[in-house]
């Protein structure tokens, strides 16, 4: 079963009090959420794998460690997922982008993939798929299904707050995926939102209702 990592440092829990807050308006939302993000980002590559270099430093030759070359790419699920990335970026520069849109039929409830552009090479990639509120599961199993489906095999989701109903689903459907969470709340209401949560990630970060 993929473990669930609930990054507890000091900052990120801080931040997160102001994004939950009701009285912080759109732009501090987007800058914390972006500030969120690359301490996330932080925790979520501590155990990409190093390698030996030998460099001259300015007084003697010295074998240090770089990157191993692991490739990154992040999946930001639109709309949310698109507030996290650049600040993933900011400590992952080279990683490559791709887009999944997903809709809900309102009346199958079945997911409708409305929009996919992926790195060429996911195969290779050890894929972090974004997903600001894990609520139901149901547009983050639909996204990994989707990149699955397309040949990914390493795959993590970085959510900022997860309910445990959403952790469920994707842990039961897919053991292989690690969750890194800022806070797994309480659970859901009867509207489907994460209490107590932060509202509709998507309309507080774009200032829409
Ligand atoms: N999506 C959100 O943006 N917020 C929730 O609480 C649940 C789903």
């Known amino acids: 079963m993929g473990k669930v990592h609930v990054l507890n440092h000091p900052l990120i829990q801080h931040k997160l009090t102001y994004i939950r807050d009701k009285h912080t308006g759109t732009k501090e939302f987007r800058e ?29 030759e010295s074998q240090t460690q770089v990157l191993a070359g692991k490739k990154i ?32 039929d309102p009346e199958t409830l079945k997911p409708h993939e409305y929009y996919i552009k992926l790195p060429s090479d996911i195969k290779e990639r050890e894929l972090i798929v974004i997903d600001p509120m894990l609520a139901t599961g149901g547009s ?32 039961n459907e897919h053991p292989d995926v690690d ?11 009867e509207h489907g939102y994460i209490i107590p949560g932060l509202g509709d990630a ?5 200032g829409t209702k």
């Open 73 to 104: 790419g992040l999946i930001p699920i639109l709309r949310a997922g698109l507030g996290m990335v650049d600040g993933m970026l900011k400590l992952i520069p080279a990683a490559r982008v791709g887009h999944v849109g997903l809709y809900r």
């Open 140 to 171: 983050a199993n639909d996204a990994i299904h989707s990149l699955k489906k397309r040949g990914a095999k390493q795959i993590r989701l970085m959510c900022l707050v997860g309910a445990p109903e959403g952790v469920e689903v994707i842990q």
């Open 179 to 189: 969750i890194f969470l800022a806070a797994l709340d309480e659970k859901l209401d």
């Open 202 to 206: 998507g309309d507080r970060l774009y």
């Open 32 to 60: 914390l959420v972006d500030e969120v993000a690359m301490l996330m980002a932080f925790e979520i590559t501590r155990n990409l794998p190093l390698q030996e270099k030998t460099i001259e430093t300015p007084v003697m």
